[in-house]
């Protein structure tokens, strides 16, 4: 029964999240915004609004933030294997001039270092600092300069064509749907902890697996469709925005928390997955560097590595 429940759950939240999803993309092209900057702030936040929940109800409600934390960083691990799933996809990974796509390259300096501050944190176990773990002001603030230097690399479009006028009902469905993600996702982080406590998969292995996967499942929606239509920057500013995001919502959990446990708790599981994060974002500045995918035959083959290396992690873990 409790594997029905996870199932349908996930499902409820892709379906919000496609809708939602959706509804933001019309959002940004009426008001012109460029698309690596919707890949990375939009679309990254609003597929990021599942583990958002996730992990605070998981930290606040259920007092379990190992449970959050497996859950953030096996996100973000399930986004980089959506992504380089989707890169099977793709012919190419630079933009028609031939030039290696900067607002990418950007997205991916900050994604790794925040990855690092992340491990650094694990490793030392929060280290307080003012109350709270000196990490999270890190992770915040590296979260701010992110956004900002996007928005710098990626300028808003500008065209002689008229603005787009959006009406009252188009932000009444933005709202529905975003408020029923909210509650859907709340809930799937009540049937994982479940699943975690009950059986004998455990916290982690259950955050960093399930709840990871089924928080992932919209990124690997609008991340596949932003690929096959040819906006692969999209695709990898979606990914990267949203693994940036997670970063701040697991220091946002930490700071809201009033457990004794912090979401910076020393466990090996979430130390092998922060590690093969860095490996993975290593392997895909070095497609972006590339003129064109290697493949054999048809398949490429530096994004297969990667997806294999996923399975290792998951193994591992």
Do not use: H
Request: with cysteine; glycine share 8%; proline share 3%.
């Amino acid at each position: 029964m409790i594997w029905l429940k996870f199932s349908v759950t996930a499902l409820v939240v892709v379906l919000f999240c496609i809708s939602l999803s959706k509804y933001a993309d019309q959002l940004a092209a009426a008001k012109r915004i460029g698309k690596g900057f919707v890949g990375f702030v939009l679309l990254g936040f609003i597929t990021s609004i599942p583990e958002l929940i996730s992990t605070v109800s998981s930290t606040v409600y259920l007092d379990n933030p190992v449970l959050g934390t497996a859950n953030i960083i096996g996100s973000n691990n399930a986004n980089m294997f959506i992504l380089y799933l989707s890169f099977i996809l793709a012919e190419s990974l630079r933009r028609p001039s031939g030039k290696v796509d900067v607002e990418s390259c950007t997205s991916l300096g900050y994604c790794f270092i925040i990855t690092a501050v992340f491990i650094l944190g694990v490793f030392f176990s929060g280290q307080p600092f003012y109350g709270r773990s000196l990490f999270v002001y890190l992770i915040f603030i590296l979260f701010i300069l992110s956004v900002i230097a996007l928005y710098k690399a990626n300028p808003n479009v500008e065209d002689d064509q008229p603005v787009e006028a959006l009406g009252f009902f188009f932000y009444c469905k933005l709202i529905f749907f975003a408020s029923g993600l909210v509650a859907s996702s709340f809930y799937l982080s009540v049937v994982v902890n479940e699943i975690g406590t009950t059986t004998s998969i455990g916290s982690a292995m259950a955050g960093a697996i399930f709840l990871a996967w089924a928080t992932s499942l919209p990124e690997l929606v609008v991340t596949i469709s932003s690929v096959i239509r040819g906006s692969v920057e999209m695709g990898i500013g979606n990914i990267l925005g949203s693994n940036i995001f997670n970063m701040a919502v697991l220091a946002l959990a930490e700071t809201v928390s009033c457990s004794q446990i912090s979401v910076f708790e020393k466990n090996d599981g979430i130390m092998i997955f922060g590690v093969f994060q860095c490996v993975l974002l290593g392997i895909l500045l070095i497609l972006l560097m590339q003129e064109k995918l290697r493949r054999v035959g048809k398949v490429a083959v530096m994004p297969l590595f990667a997806m294999v290396l996923y399975c290792i992690g998951v193994t591992l873990l």
